[in-house]
């Protein structure tokens, strides 16, 4: 299950190819949050469904939040793999806390996403404005957010297929 | 449950710190400007309000604990009296209202004064409060980074999408509601502006530019209501609470407003909003079409062709159209933000609900001076606040 580049450190890597300061330091890749995602063995955001209305949730809910189901039954659940766009925008302007970022800051785009497996997302999109549609197919992939104390805190993200 | 009137409204202009409107004076200061000014307009004592329903901010005052209107009866004289302070994101000005409302309604009290102001941090308006990964507005905010206008952006570049809506067309929204603010002395913006100015500038988050989003401002207001039977003793015309209503988030709700949510089966848009216009609908026995004109939250001109037609105001997609014939402006047939809007006041949280309460009844007197809207004759408002909150209200003559 452990892939050989993990680092001892739950959900930690090393960043491969990164570089700073002009000379090649890998950095360690670190989930921006613990415990929510994860990249081993492909991009996965941690949640759990409702096993009796079959509502999925992320973050992972208690209990259902479905008013009209007869009996909440969770199970955790691993969600990957590929929507489509349902909408997008940019964030031209740095957000506020508790958002963090490299400087100096890039605009990026933020997609709205329905997932096969049944989740409208929130996520930031890895490919450039010009060629984000409606409708457009992604997968979710773990991206570097930003940079801190010599590591890379990652994040879920979408890319175009 | 009895009649409610709305005896006096109150405004302190709103502007920006350092400006020669507001400067540096502080929400207690604001707030009594507009609760002396609501209280003159009643033609009632400080003495006689025998509660106080106020807007609870998480910005200013409060001693940090959101109790504001505290503040307002220590400042303006501690008469004992019972404080509810009422917490709803920017939709506490209107809960403010609803629970004054209910009360006065219920007839717990016969005088309430109902308060709400602001002093606003410059900039975005953090969403989260709190750095703990059991929250997840932190969690939208730390790992993705999508503040409001950014929510808002994702809404409008649906409604390009789903409606065919252009960026002139949203541009268009900003020039009409700015040229309404003009006359306002309670506008913080009160000159027109050219559709070219508002192309020109920049995005905030694309496709909505920063003249399309409303800034954050300070300012205050407020109203003294009264039992039906109570007011006739002070005015020959007051202004009816036709009713009061709130609403929260149902788990139907199609927006991204976490991290993530079940796809929706249908198009179910702020559920929150709808909620609370339809049951003020139902309470008041009145139609969509009944209504004189409105004043909605418009943090981005998005909102003003997107609620009227959610709230069946207008048919789906055809708000757009309204606006550029001037049927949303205050002689056309649906007026919208007749007042300029959030766009040409800037938003002071938690002030918002009560300020529109103060618009409408305006209107409704005739006193809205080059904004009236000609023989209103009943008013909407609404107010959004995080967490699914929302209230609306309608006043009538
Ligand atoms: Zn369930």
Sequence with gaps: MAEKRSSGVEGAFVEEGSVAGGSFVPALRVPAVPGLFADEGGAKVFGNKCVSCGTPYFPKAADCHNPHCQASRMEDCAFSGKGVVWSYSVAD????????????????????????NGLRMVGQMVDPLERVR?????????DTLYHEDDKAYTSWKFKLV | MREVSVLGVGVHRFGKT????????SVTELCRHAVQMALKDAGVSWGQIEAVAAASSRFSGGKGWGLNGNDV???IGS??????N????????GNAFNVGYALVAGGVYDIVLVVGGEVMPKGMIQTSGVEEATDPEFLRQRCVGMPGPSFWATLARRRMFDHGTTEEQYARVTVKARKCSVGNPFARFQKEIGINDVLASPY??????????CPVSNGAAAAVICSAAKARQFTGKPITVATSAVATLDFSDALPRGLAGPVPAGPSFHTEAKAAVMRAFEQAGVGPRDISFTELQDNTCYYELAFPEEWGLCEPGEAQTLLESGQTTPVGRMPINPSGGFVSFGEATTAMGVWQIAELTWQLRGQAGARQVPGAKVGLAQTNGLGGNATAAILKR
């Design chain 2, 204 to 213: 905030v988050s694309n496709p909505l530019r920063l003249f399309e989003i």
């Design chain 2, 18 to 25: 350092g400006d020669d409107v507001v400067g540096t004076k």
């Design chain 2, 86 to 93: 009422l917490s709803a994101g920017c939709a506490a000005g």
């Design chain 1, 93 to 116: 302007f740095p957000p506020p806390p508790p958002h963090k970022y490299d400087k100096p800051f890039k605009p990026y785009v933020i997609g709205v996403i329905d997932m096969d």
């Design chain 2, 79 to 84: 008469t004992g009296i019972p404080v509810y």
């Design chain 2, 73 to 75: 009866v220590e400042d």
């Design chain 1, 134 to 142: 409606i409708g457009a197919p992604v997968e979710l992939v773990i």
